[in-house]
């Protein structure tokens, strides 16, 4: 897939750290959230996602924390190893006229060894 | 499952042809989404589907760009004039019922219009 933005925010991590990728939302409304993992050349890979009915979920090495309180999202890996290095996206189930997912701009994390 | 599937996966075209893209969704689901990705907008949605009609199209960017899904595993959107503007990776996805649902990406069409 293409960098999206000129100017995305890099996360640089040493492999074996924990890394935590922070995303706010707009809408109070949204319900529904998402994590997507996107290598060069390819499609966003869906990593785990959260309802508004939560604040925690977890996955394998993922664990995705959601603050309706100050509408604020976050992406926790555990053990970081190369093969995450990505760009990040969250997005929002923004509920409206018709409901539709508003992707973030992105967060790319780059791991070193 | 494969997978969405979507052709072609690189175009090169020239301003003023008219570019096809087409995708097949994971058998069963329901909803179509066409996105398009760029350096400047990231991730948009142009247009999706729910059994085979069109929902939302407010994300289509003008009369050039038009998409149709005939059935439920083929759908198409088509740019016709192209333009340079138009340069962009194209994904494809789907979900079993809805945007509260995962979607699934394929791995896109990377357009380039001269």
């Known amino acids: 897939g293409e960098s999206v933005g000129l100017h995305l925010p890099t996360l640089s991590v040493q492999e074996g750290d924990n890394s935590i990728i922070n995303c706010a939302y707009s809408?109070?409304?949204?319900?529904?959230f998402i994590w997507y993992k996107q290598e060069s050349g390819k499609g966003p890979q869906f990593i785990i996602d959260i309802r508004s009915n939560m604040d925690k979920r977890q996955g394998q090495r993922v664990t995705v924390l959601l603050n309706k309180t100050v509408k604020h999202l976050s992406l926790q890996i555990a053990a970081t190893q190369p093969g995450d290095s990505a760009v990040y996206f969250c997005?929002?189930?923004?509920?409206?006229?018709?409901?539709?997912?508003?992707f973030g701009a992105g967060t790319r994390l780059a791991v070193h060894p | 499952d494969a997978g969405v599937i979507q052709s072609p996966r690189h175009e090169v075209t020239e301003m003023g042809q008219e570019v096809t893209l087409r995708c097949k969704p994971i058998?069963?689901?329901?909803?179509l989404f066409w996105y398009r990705q760029t350096m400047m907008r990231g991730l948009e949605l142009l247009i999706y589907f729910n059994n085979n009609v069109p929902i939302d199209d407010s994300g289509m960017p003008e009369d050039r760009f038009s998409a149709k899904m005939p059935n439920a595993s083929f759908s198409t959107l088509k740019i016709q004039p192209s333009e340079p503007r138009d340069s962009a990776v194209y994904f494809c996805?789907?979900?079993?019922?809805?945007?509260?649902?995962?979607?699934?990406f394929g791995p896109g069409t990377r357009l380039l219009v001269l």
């Open positions: 996805a789907s979900s079993l019922r809805g945007t509260q649902e995962t979607q699934y």
């Open positions: 997005a929002e189930n923004r509920r409206g006229g018709y409901n539709k997912l508003i």
């Open positions: 809408n109070s409304a949204s319900d529904y």
């Open positions: 058998s069963g689901h329901d909803y």
